[in-house]
């Protein structure tokens, strides 16, 4: 936790050799952290090893997962790591509108629905993919068994 919070990486006020340090030990640890997580989700979904993957430029509207995989079927796990339920709208760049989204857990139709992205947007990062699907999802508590 303390290189996490430390003092000079924190305000900008360290080396720029002490920031990138810095910047190298929290990307080790959260690729550490995402296996883990994955690895435990792949576990509880039954998904093979291996198969799970992270987005971690998905703020900014680009996602490696997605955009490397095309307009094939991806499978997406949203899980609930807190102690209550809760609905979210979870946003996924998407390189296309050709996509559906089906509840694995009951085989049902979801309603997707897709958000161009802002022109702005692109300018800014040149990699962002054109368009977000959108969809709510109730997410039971983390104790609570899928249902």
């Not at 190298?24 to 576990?43: K, P, S």
């Not at 991806?74 to 509108?97: C, D, F, G, M």
């Amino acid at each position: 936790m303390s290189v996490a919070q430390h003092h000079d990486a924190i305000t900008g006020t360290s080396a720029k050799h002490v920031a990138d340090d810095y910047f190298r030990r929290l990307a080790e640890g959260q690729t550490f952290c995402e296996g883990v997580i994955n690895r435990g989700l792949e576990q509880l979904t039954g998904l093979s090893v291996g198969s799970l993957e992270s987005c971690r430029l998905a703020n900014e509207s680009y996602c490696e997962v997605t955009s490397k995989a095309g307009n094939n079927s991806l499978t997406v796990v949203v899980y609930n790591a807190r102690s209550v339920k809760r609905t979210e709208y979870v946003r996924i760049p998407l390189l296309s509108k050709n996509y559906e989204l089906i509840d694995l857990a009951t085989n049902e139709p979801m309603q997707l629905s897709f958000v161009e992205l802002n022109p702005a947007l692109k300018r800014v990062n040149s990699d962002a993919l054109p368009v977000e699907g959108v969809f709510r999802a109730t997410l039971q508590r983390w104790d609570t068994p899928p249902t």
